[in-house]
Structure formats: structure tokens, C-alpha cells
């Protein structure tokens, strides 16, 4: 491999901040914008009720709906708004602090 490209390779194309805004949910008030990227369909919710805990059904189903929308997994999520996992959980009827206990589970 030449030179060129291994300067390339190491270049950081996104700065730390930018990286973290470019995965972030930017939504927070905006319910319109959280029903278009994290309603969840019939067959959504039939998947996510075949987990046996309230705080895993809720847990799962944000991982999916953050793997729609910003496109990674909970663990690369410094902080998700309240709303949003509001919103998900009343869609499941579940309270939403029960995410409190996954969320305590190490995702690394």
C-alpha cells in the first residue's frame, strides 16, 4: 500500500462532537418526527413481546428503533431523551423507567 493511502486511513474525517451529533436524536419535543422514524409496526411488536421481561421488551425495542434511526446500536447512544423512550413505551404499555434496568446492562 502506498503512503498516500495510509495518510488517508489515519485521517479523522469527523471531529469527536461531530461524530457524537451525527448520532444523536435530535427530536426530542418533536412527537411528529419521533411517530415517522420509531412507531412501531404490528410485526415489530409481535417480535419484541417474545422477550420474557418488561425492561427486555422495552430494551429491545429501543435497540431496533435506534438501529432505524440514528443507524447504530444503544451502546454508541450517550443519551436518549425520555421522550423517546416514552413514546416507545407507551406504544408497548409498558412504563418507560423500566428501561432504567437495561439500560444498566453493559452493552461493551
Not at 415489530?44 to 428503533?65: M, P, S, V, Y
Not at 450517550?78 to 453493559?106: R, T
Amino acid at each position: 500500500m502506498s503512503d498516500f493511502y495510509m495518510i488517508l486511513n489515519r485521517r479523522e474525517l469527523l471531529t469527536q462532537q461531530q461524530r457524537e451529533e451525527l448520532i444523536s436524536i435530535p427530536f426530542e419535543k418533536d412527537e411528529h418526527q419521533m411517530s415517522v422514524f420509531y412507531m412501531l409496526s404490528i410485526d415489530d411488536i409481535e417480535i419484541i413481546n417474545k422477550h420474557r421481561k418488561d425492561f427486555n421488551i422495552l430494551g429491545f425495542a429501543i435497540q431496533l428503533a435506534l438501529l432505524r434511526y440514528p443507524g447504530c446500536s444503544i451502546s454508541n447512544i450517550k443519551n436518549i431523551p425520555y421522550l423517546a423512550v416514552k413514546y416507545i413505551a407507551y406504544q408497548l404499555y409498558l412504563e418507560p423507567e423500566v428501561f432504567n434496568l437495561y439500560a444498566e446492562m453493559d452493552f461493551n
